[in-house]
Structures are given as structure tokens and as C-alpha cells.
């Protein structure tokens, strides 16, 4: 047997064990995580006592696929996304042990839910100009300013914050990196109505909030560190694992088959060319994930991010033309706050109008054909005039 | 669909590199640039990749004295012909005539291509998507007679494989060039790294190959084309892309490198991810050929549609980015602009391929 063999043995024993220990048909969602979060069985490759086990990341999937079809309790889809995805592997590598102890487990069993306090109104594309300020008060630091697109505040337990805590020293050096608690009667979460009508995202006001120092994330001064980890995890969506025609193709070449009465010759080669290039793009993706199979990981996750928001745009607009009248029509404009968000949901108009996210939301497209530019091709970075500058003396 | 394998294995890439070494030991701007002012005969560059390397021996099976490989291997080779904008009859020989060829079942003169010694046009259109409806050559007791316009590579062919109409339609046949009853006569090409000529035949003397299925051995024979055309197309585009990178690297205008404007560099982005991405399509349509996947008719469409337009954009941009001189005569730029846009037209316009396409996964015109 190889070490490998040894260890998928080793791991679908320890799913049994944990599927023998518990009740399927009586267990709540959260008791179930939980006591997979004990058996280290919630992610294989965090530390034991971390939910893990110490194994390589490539073992997730026969944990996930066995508990799968065992029927056991899953996350809420769409829920929480923020703690899994970003939170979570940023506590895991700069939480100390005690943070690691306290925070991991409520995160994965949902009971805590995370929600991402970074973007600024004047801090956004340039993340490292955050102004919110983070001041010393013993073991306490007071927290106080506005934080915008937070996806999930409202329903959120936990934030992750970034916040000033020096600004004499150049902007990237003077950042901290806490967890904050959402329940502290200084955050004011307002829902931000967006361009749908809805509110997906919320505006975050902090005023005189208090977290203690045992949940600041990392060194003083460490924060830009600490949140490029974080970044780095932000998942993006790549048109996933992939059937043909998924995404807003899909819904105009349904438009296309089924309603016969809209077929303007004069649109039929731009529906064949969208079509080519989703196809194109998916066929991208499957590559990638070939490629990172193959361990041979490439720098694709970027122009990925950029076809699909080029792709969707294109793609809702198109189908808008497609419906012609019936592109006039809008199906809600209420002020919903959405649980989750799905960019082909709902109707035409609202996949056109939720779609002008795609190249702004995660990166805009501009910052991400810099960073393909600069990273990828090694063509020489931006001039900045507030690299070596206090930060209180840049320009705003 | 869910088998494919976008990759490249080691084999692969060991063929890879000995073609590029071999092409850029052999290939020159100065050279391609000649072919433009003093079109030559088939050349030594020809004879070294197909004698030293068995590049024309590739699609042909091994009991036919070839190498018994498939579009993937033949892909590779594609590639890096396309990257050096080579004047070698690969695709329309090795590939188009030679499928042909097969499907016909003309073994005889597969083993003389398969040795190097000669080469083979189809003879119809380089523009043909597909057979024609009613070939404008006819096939009479007294031989071969009518007229054929734009056959690449026909000029240095000694084999001409003929669609042509018999009394119950399409008929395949071979012709030897040149030979009585044949002119062939070469004319300025837009790209003369692969020149195009006309094909007149007045009673020429000819050989029936098809066994009654010639239409379907020319549909295969142009889709081996296409697919592999989509392979070549990214060599262009790649070649041109990374010319433009290094270009705008150490071109100093202003007190910076040009590379560092944002409309520079937000442009050369765009570029790499077009690249890469066509690179996913011609691979797809390549494995699939290899695999004999039915999927192969959706893929070879996808891949026309997009390498051919890619590499057009990326000879477009090599050409603006690097200003004057990629105007010139001296610099390559223009070399593969041209190859671009002739491959482009090649076998079917994007346009013919997107209209095959919607026909195939049901999305009709009207």
C-alpha cells in the first residue's frame, strides 16, 4: 500500500467512525458539524485540534464525497461563504493557538457567521487606503469609521476588519487585522440598495466599537499582510465544473430554442459568437483544473475572472436585445435583502443589471489586467506617488 | 466531453522541441521574406522535417510505412510551424491530402508521401468549408477537364487529389504534376509562406481512388484541416504575442518603457488571456480528433470560430504595438499578419463556422 492509499484508508475509517457515532435522522445541522470538526474530518488540511487532521488538501474531496452520500448534514448553501473560504485558512495561519481553539470551530459549524469589513467609500480598488481607525485603550482597541459592500453584515456574527492603527507611517505598513464582533452596540449595519432594486450587500458603521486585543489577527501593523492572505483565498466564480451552456449562454440559447418568434436573423451570428466564447471559456476552466490536477497551478484564476465578467455582460445585454419588448418588462424592483445571490436567478434585467458587478466586485477588470500585466507578464508596475509617504500626507 | 485530455504529455513536448529547434535553425525572416520576391520550389526545409523528423509520415498508419499518430501529435507540429510562419506544405499535404487519401483508401501513393519524396494538394478552394455541391471539375472517359481557383500549395505538389463529377457525382482521383492535361499556375498570395495557384486540367489523364464515398472523405479531410489549422493558428498568435511582450519591454518612449503605460499594458492582458484561451479550444479540438470523440464536429467548429480570429488580433496588435517598424518589410510582423489573416479565410471564414456550429447544437438561424 502506498502512504497514499494508507491515508484514504485511514481517512474512510474515520468517516465511518463518525457516521457510527451520531444519528443522521435526529441530528441537528450544527451538532453534526461540530462533531465532524472534532473528528478533524472539516477540513484535512488544518492542524489537528483545528478541525483537521495535518493532511494534504487533495483529501477534502473523498471526506466530502463520502459524507455526501451518506446524506449527512451539509452547509447552507450559499451561507457563510466568507468564514470557510477567507476567514478561516487567515486564522489558521496567523491565529495563535488560543485564537485557533476559540475560533475555528463556531465558524465551521455556522453558529458563527462571518462577514468581511475592508472595502472603504474611499478605499476600494486602493484596499490599503483604509481610513477606518483602530485606537489602543489597555487591552482594548476602539474602532471607529465606515466600511461599505459587506456582503452578509446583517445576518453575520463575526467580521474580519481591517483598520488604521498608525498613520504616520506609509499606508501599507500602518494597517491591523482583528475579528470584530457584530453584535457590539457600535455597529450600525444599513442595507446598501443596489442597482436591482435589492440590497445584497450593507454599509457598516462603527462607532466607539471595542474589541479586545486577544482578537487582533496577526502583529500591529501587520494587517496588509494578514489581508493578502485572506484576498488571496477570495474564491471567484469560474463557471465551475462545467456543463456545456451553464451560466447567462444558457439562458439566451433557451431564449433562442424556445421562442421562435424572436429569432432575428440579423442576431444569429453574435448569439453563435457568444457561444463560442463561453465555450471557449469553459473549456479554459476545465483546463485549469487539469492543469492544477497535473501540478502544474498558472496564473488562469485571473483571466478566468476577467472572460466572466466580460461574458456575462456581453451575454445579458445580448439576450435584453434578444427579448426586445419583453426586455422592457422588470420583474421586482422591492427592496429585498437576498439570503444568496445567483447571478442567472431572477429575470433578464436583473441578470443585465447584477452582472455591471462582475467586473468591479473581487477586483475590477482594470486592476486585474494590471495585476495580470505586472505579475503574470512582468511589465513595469504602475508610477504611485504614495508608496513612501505617511499616510496621512497622501492626497485624498 | 468529459474524457478530454487539454494537456500535452511528454512525447508530446519531446516532438515539440525538435521541431523548433529544427525550424529555427532553418527558418530566417530573410527566408520567409524571399518567398514573397523569389518563390521557390518545395525546399530543404521541407525535406529536413519530413526526412529527419517523419513530420509528412505522422497521420499515416504504420503498416503504410508511417507513423501512426494522431492530430494530437500532428497539433504540436502545427503549433510550432505556425509560430515560425514555416512555407512548409504540412497542413495541406501531410494533413488535408493525406486524410483524403486515407479515407480513400489510396495506399500506394500514402507511402510515397509518407517518405518525404513528394507532396499532395487537395485540389479545390483553400477557402472550402466543406465538399463542394457540384465540383467544377469533370470526370469524363477522356480524362480530367475543368478549372479549380486558389489551391494552396499546389505550385510544389507533384500529387493532385481531384474532387471531381463523375456520372453518379463526386468522384476522387489523382493526378500526377506536373503532366499532360495540367497546368497549374501559381499567383501572388496574400500569404506566400503558403501560396495559393490556380489548377486548370483539359483532358488530363487520371486515377479514380474513391470506393464511392469521396464526399466523405474530402469532409474528413477538411476537418483534419480545420482542426489542426486551429493549432497553428495559436503558434501565430503565441509567436506574435511574445514578440509583442519583449517589444514593449525595451522600447523607451517618453523615459519609460512603453510596456508600463496602462493603454499598453492593459492591451498586452487582453492579449494573454485571448491566447491562452484559444489554446483551450485547439487542444480540445485536437484531442477530440485523436479520440475519435463525436464531439470532435462541435469542437472543430468552436476552434475555427475563435484560434483564427485570435491569431488575427494578435498579429493586429503585434503590428501596432511595435509602431513603425512593424510596418516595415524588414521586421516579421508582417509575416504573420499575413499568415493570420490568409489562415483566417482558410477552410471556412469564422463566419461559415459559426453557421455549421448552430446547426449542430440546435440553435438555428431562423
Known amino acids: 500500500m502506498t502512504d497514499d492509499e494508507a491515508i484514504s484508508a485511514d481517512l474512510a475509517l474515520r468517516v465511518e467512525r463518525l457516521l457510527d457515532d451520531v444519528d443522521l435522522a435526529r441530528i441537528g445541522r450544527e451538532d453534526f458539524l461540530g462533531a ?16 483537521g487532521l495535518g493532511l494534504p488538501v487533495e483529501f477534502q474531496e473523498l471526506v466530502d464525497s463520502r459524507l455526501r452520500a451518506a446524506g449527512a448534514p451539509e452547509h447552507l448553501p450559499g451561507r457563510n461563504g466568507i468564514g470557510r473560504g477567507m476567514a478561516a485558512p487567515t486564522i489558521a495561519a496567523f491565529g495563535t493557538e488560543e485564537q485557533k481553539t476559540r475560533l475555528l470551530r463556531p465558524l465551521w459549524t455556522g453558529e458563527h457567521e462571518y462577514c468581511q469589513l475592508f472595502s472603504e467609500p474611499g478605499a476600494g480598488s486602493d484596499l490599503a487606503a483604509v481610513a477606518a481607525r483602530a485606537v489602543r485603550d489597555g487591552d482594548t482597541w476602539v474602532v471607529n469609521g465606515q466600511k461599505v459592500w459587506t456582503s452578509s453584515a446583517h445576518t453575520a456574527r463575526r467580521a474580519i476588519l481591517v483598520a488604521r492603527t498608525d498613520a504616520d507611517v506609509p499606508k501599507h505598513r500602518g494597517l491591523t487585522y482583528f475579528i470584530c464582533d457584530m453584535t457590539d452596540p457600535g455597529v450600525d449595519v444599513r442595507p446598501l440598495r443596489q442597482i436591482t432594486g435589492e440590497a445584497e450587500f450593507n454599509e457598516v458603521f462603527l462607532t466607539d466599537v471595542r474589541i479586545p486585543d486577544a482578537d487582533r ?13 485572506t484576498l488571496n483565498n477570495e474564491r471567484v466564480a469560474i463557471g465551475g465544473g462545467v456543463p456545456r451552456e451553464q451560466g447567462m449562454i444558457g439562458k439566451a440559447a433557451q431564449a433562442w430554442r424556445e421562442r421562435p418568434e424572436l429569432r432575428d436573423p440579423a442576431m444569429h451570428d453574435e ?17 485549469m483544473r487539469q492543469r492544477l490536477a497535473a501540478g502544474q497551478p498558472g496564473p488562469e484564476g485571473s483571466a478566468m475572472k476577467l472572460t466572466f465578467a466580460r461574458l456575462a455582460q456581453a451575454i445579458s445585454g445580448f439576450e435584453l436585445e434578444l427579448l426586445g419588448a419583453d426586455g422592457l418588462r422588470y420583474d421586482d424592483w422591492t427592496a429585498r435583502r437576498p439570503e444568496s445571490v445567483d447571478y442567472t436567478g431572477r429575470g433578464a434585467g436583473y441578470r443585465y443589471l447584477r452582472a455591471k458587478g462582475n467586473s468591479i466586485e473581487g477586483g475590477t477588470s482594470e486592476i486585474l489586467r494590471n495585476v495580470i500585466a505586472e505579475r503574470v507578464l512582468g511589465l513595469p508596475a504602475e508610477h504611485r506617488t504614495d508608496k513612501d509617504i505617511p499616510w496621512k500626507d497622501v492626497p485624498r | 466531453m468529459t474524457d478530454a485530455d487539454l494537456l500535452y504529455g511528454d512525447v508530446e513536448e519531446e516532438l515539440r522541441a525538435s521541431v523548433r529547434r529544427l525550424l529555427a535553425q532553418r527558418v530566417s525572416p530573410a527566408v520567409l521574406a524571399a518567398a514573397y520576391d523569389e518563390p521557390a520550389g518545395l525546399s530543404a526545409l521541407w525535406r529536413g522535417l ?16 508511417g507513423v501512426g499518430a494522431t492530430a494530437r501529435e500532428a497539433a504540436v507540429v502545427a503549433e510550432e510551424i505556425g509560430r515560425a510562419v514555416a512555407p512548409v506544405p504540412f497542413l495541406t499535404s501531410s494533413v488535408i491530402a493525406t486524410v483524403a487519401l486515407l479515407e480513400a483508401g489510396d ?19 483553400f477557402g472550402a468549408a466543406a465538399p463542394p455541391v457540384a465540383a467544377t471539375v469533370k470526370a469524363t472517359p477522356a480524362g480530367l477537364s475543368g478549372h479549380v481557383a486558389t489551391v494552396a500549395d499546389a505550385g510544389t ?11 453518379d457525382g463526386l468522384e476522387l482521383h489523382t493526378v500526377t504534376a506536373p503532366g499532360p492535361g495540367t497546368t497549374v499556375t501559381p499567383v501572388p498570395s496574400l500569404d506566400m509562406t503558403r501560396p495559393v495557384a490556380d489548377v486548370a486540367f483539359d483532358g488530363a489523364p487520371s486515377r479514380r481512388i474513391d470506393r464511392g464515398d469521396a464526399r466523405g472523405a474530402v469532409a ?14 495559436i503558434g501565430v498568435a503565441s509567436r506574435c504575442f511574445e514578440m509583442t511582450l519583449d517589444y514593449v519591454r525595451q522600447r523607451y518612449q517618453f523615459g519609460r518603457s512603453i510596456g508600463s503605460f496602462q493603454a499598453v499594458k492593459h492591451r498586452l492582458a487582453d492579449l494573454w488571456v485571448e491566447v491562452g484561451q484559444a489554446g483551450a479550444a485547439a487542444r480540445y479540438a485536437a484531442d477530440t480528433h485523436a479520440r475519435r470523440d463525436p464531439d470532435v464536429a462541435v469542437a472543430a467548429a468552436v476552434a475555427q470560430s475563435y484560434c483564427g480570429t485570435v491569431a488575427v488580433h494578435a498579429a493586429e496588435e503585434c503590428v501596432q504595438l511595435h509602431g513603425g517598424i512593424g510596418m516595415t518589410w524588414e521586421h516579421p510582423a508582417h509575416l504573420y499578419l499575413k499568415r493570420a489573416k490568409a489562415d483566417q479565410l482558410a477552410l471556412g471564414t469564422p463566419y461559415e463556422a459559426r453557421s455549421a456550429l448552430a446547426a449542430l447544437v440546435g440553435l438555428p438561424r431562423a
Open chain 1, 36 to 51: 465532524r470538526f472534532d473528528a478533524g474530518l472539516a477540513w484535512v488540511h488544518f492542524p489537528p485540534g483545528c478541525g
Open chain 1, 217 to 229: 489577527l496577526g502583529e500591529v501593523g501587520e494587517g496588509w499582510r494578514v489581508a493578502t492572505l
Open chain 1, 271 to 287: 448569439l453563435m459568437r457568444h457561444w463560442v466564447e463561453a465555450e471557449v471559456a469553459r473549456l479554459s476552466a476545465v483546463r
Open chain 2, 50 to 65: 519530413a526526412r529527419d523528423l517523419g513530420v509528412a509520415a505522422l497521420l499515416i498508419p504504420e503498416e503504410l510505412g
Open chain 2, 107 to 125: 495506399h500506394e501513393t500514402l507511402a510515397v508521401l509518407a517518405a518525404g519524396e513528394a507532396t499532395a494538394a487537395l485540389a479545390l478552394g
Open chain 2, 157 to 167: 505538389a507533384t500529387v493532385l487529389v481531384v474532387p471531381a463529377e463523375g456520372a
Open chain 2, 220 to 233: 474528413e479531410a477538411l476537418r483534419a484541416g480545420a482542426v489542426l489549422l486551429a493549432s497553428e493558428q
